[in-house]
């Protein structure tokens, strides 16, 4: 999977799943400061997903007319220790094919799947 990271997501997340064989561009290491209307943008362009712990992201795909992305992954943990959130991270990305095209909430205990909603050409 290509994913945009945001700035928000710790290195042991980005480094478990490029191990696991993701495509994982990282904020926080080529564009520091970017906004989110940027990091929206980029991965529209760059046809990355969106892997973020923002919930501003919401806004963006359900609240602007901004192009979207293939989809937005909002990781909603309430553990703290970004090796267990790395774990459980690759795992969720594992049980699913069909990303595409949703907002995406990852809990420890389960995944909500929205449909992104449809923008003219």
């Known amino acids: 999977m290509r994913l945009l990271a945001n700035e928000n997501i710790a290195l042991d997340i980005v480094t478990a799943l490029v191990t696991a064989g993701h495509d994982v561009a990282w904020v926080r290491r080529d564009s520091p400061g970017m906004t989110d ?3 929206y943008a980029r991965a529209k362009d760059e046809a990355r997903f969106v892997l973020t712990l923002d919930k501003d992201f919401g806004e963006l795909v359900f609240a602007t007319l901004l192009p979207m992305p293939p989809g937005v992954i909002l990781l ?8 267990r959130i790395a774990e ?5 990305l594992g049980e699913r094919r069909e990303w595409e095209g949703h907002f995406t909430v990852v809990e420890e205990t389960r995944l909500r799947m929205i449909p992104l909603p449809s923008r003219p050409s």
Do not use: G
């Open 37 to 39: 209307e940027r990091v």
């Open 76 to 83: 909603r943990f309430s553990l703290s220790s970004p090796v």
């Open 88 to 92: 459980m991270t690759v795992a969720a």
